[in-house]
């Protein structure tokens, strides 16, 4: 059983920064693929970012250069640094780590960002 589970949302003024973490656990004995996805309201859920298990990271167009994802070391521990928050920003965020052809996912946490 994996288990996914997200913490550090919440409520942000426009230009704010929020931290979000990610810890993965359960029957996983190695290091794997983990990013972040998010969903607005009518929108479809879309990728934030991603990093592999060489740290290379990846990147949506809309949040580069605010947004920084992370993975502590030797662990599938992932963290999401968003800086210069805009409402557009507003969604759940969700964390997911890739098992092979799987992705296993968490509950989500809520971001706002009020204008």
């Known amino acids: 059983q994996v288990q996914v589970v997200e913490s550090g949302g919440g409520l942000v003024q426009a230009g704010g920064s929020l931290r979000l973490s990610c810890a993965a656990s359960?029957?996983?004995?190695?290091?794997?693929?983990m990013a972040w996805y998010r969903q607005a309201p009518g929108n479809e859920r879309e990728l934030v970012a991603g990093i592999n298990t060489g740290r290379r990271e990846n990147y949506a167009d809309s949040v580069k250069g605010r947004f920084t994802i992370s993975r502590e070391n030797g662990k599938n521990t992932v963290y999401l640094q968003m800086n210069s928050l805009k409402p557009e920003d507003t969604a759940i965020y969700y964390c997911?780590?890739?098992?092979?052809?799987?992705?296993?996912w968490g509950q989500g946490t809520q971001v706002t960002v009020s204008s």
């Open positions: 359960g029957m996983i004995f190695m290091i794997y693929p």
């Open positions: 997911a780590i890739s098992l092979g052809s799987r992705n296993y």
